[in-house]
């Protein structure tokens, strides 16, 4: 499955949740995790030969779990990528490392810049065994 979505402020945004799927078994219901295979930046600004700061913006991404009473918030400890520089134009991807998000897991990014970055997310679903 692939999410995207346009940052359209400077606060955190939500862009992927992990929900819990699968067949009830007794009283409760299999979670179904998800494996994040792909992660891509883009800054939808318009690049200047001359001036790579113009349009460019920083992100920072965060992972918060979903199980947590009370709900985890974006904080240091659960940052994995901070003020990362991507200037207009650019495309960033993380595909080397998959992550394996349980229900209700999320990634938020934060931009320092509204209307620039769009961020795509490819999920696959993971069997449990």
């Known amino acids: 499955m692939i999410y995207s979505k346009l940052l359209t402020s400077t606060g955190p945004e939500t862009v992927y949740t992990s929900t819990n799927t699968g067949d009830p078994i007794g009283v409760g219901v299999v979670a179904q995790p998800n494996a994040i295979t792909t992660i891509i930046i883009c800054n939808v600004g318009t690049p200047d030969i001359n001036d790579e700061s ?6 920072t991404i965060n992972l918060l779990r979903g199980n947590l009473a009370p709900p985890d918030t974006v904080q240091a400890r659960n940052t994995i ?25 999320s990634i938020v990014v934060t931009a320092s810049a509204a209307n620039r970055i769009a961020v795509t997310v490819s999920s696959l679903d993971v069997g449990i065994v």
């Open 54 to 59: 113009l349009d460019a913006a920083t992100i």
């Open 81 to 105: 990528i901070k003020d990362l520089f991507v200037p207009a134009g650019e495309t960033v991807f993380f595909n080397e490392e998959k992550i394996i998000l349980s229900g209700g897991d």
